[in-house]
């Protein structure tokens, strides 16, 4: 099983530290490793690790993670779509893409909602699976829309804020349960919302 993986897709590397990845440098190795830099990258690998019944991890930047030294046997997908694209008033962004980037990358465009983020380590995935917020502003009041692959069907949807089901540090993706070791929705991009403010002010 260990040589098919391997063969099916480059790109997937073996007993990989996950401390190396983690904003707290601990973790011990990852049996599989993959690093998704577009959605088909992800589809793909996710079809591969069904079909080879290999438990999936998903991991944004690793900054709300205690990872065991044992580590992770199966395949840790470290999401890094990282694309951007901000139209008037709305950023489309991959999943990987970092918080605190896109925080000063809007307030430069004189867009204004994400200001609490400048210093929260990690993605935006991983902001709004686990509704990550700072001085009473969540990343929920920006979010307009999120596409997420279900790992039992490996089909993409698209959820409205509503049924993100934001609340206190959760939402649908973190209470998702699990799928041989993983939970059933992969985030894989975004669509953000913001005020226009004047950034010459
Ligand atoms: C110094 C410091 C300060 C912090 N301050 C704050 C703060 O003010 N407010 C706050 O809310 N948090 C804070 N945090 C916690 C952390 O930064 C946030 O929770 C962050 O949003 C986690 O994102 P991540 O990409 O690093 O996720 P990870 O740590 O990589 O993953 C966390 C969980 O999200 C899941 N996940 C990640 N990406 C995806 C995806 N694409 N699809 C599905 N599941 C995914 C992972 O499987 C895992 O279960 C802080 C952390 C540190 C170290």
Redesign the pocket.
């Known amino acids: 099983m260990a040589d098919k993986i391997l063969q099916k897709l480059s790109g997937v590397q073996k007993n990989v530290l996950l401390k190396d990845y ?3 440098k601990i973790g011990g190795p990852a049996e599989y490793f993959f690093i998704a830099k577009t959605k088909e990258d992800l589809i793909l690998t996710l079809k591969s690790a069904k079909d080879l019944k290999l438990p999936v ?9 205690l990872i065991s030294d044992k580590g992770f046997k199966g395949l840790v997908i470290k ?1 890094n779509i990282s694309r951007i694209s901000l139209s008037g008033n709305k950023a489309f962004v991959g ?2 893409v970092d ?1 605190t980037k896109l925080a000063y990358l809007s307030a430069d465009r004189g867009l204004s909602g994400l200001e609490w983020a400048t ?5 935006v ?10 001085f009473g502003i969540k990343i929920a009041d920006s979010v307009k829309s999120v596409e ?1 692959i279900n790992l039992k069907t490996l089909k993409l949807k698209s959820f409205t804020k509503k049924q993100c089901q934001f609340s206190l ?1 959760n939402s649908i ?2 209470k998702n349960n699990t799928l041989r070791g ?2 059933n ?4 991009s975004a669509v953000l919302e913001f005020q226009n403010k004047d950034n010459n002010l």
């Open positions: 983690t904003t707290y991890f998903i991991l944004g930047g690793g900054s709300n993670l999401i999943a990987g918080l210093g929260i380590p990690g993605t995935g991983g902001a709004i699976y686990g509704s990550a917020q700072a997420a540090k993706f973190k993983t939970r929705l992969v985030i894989v």
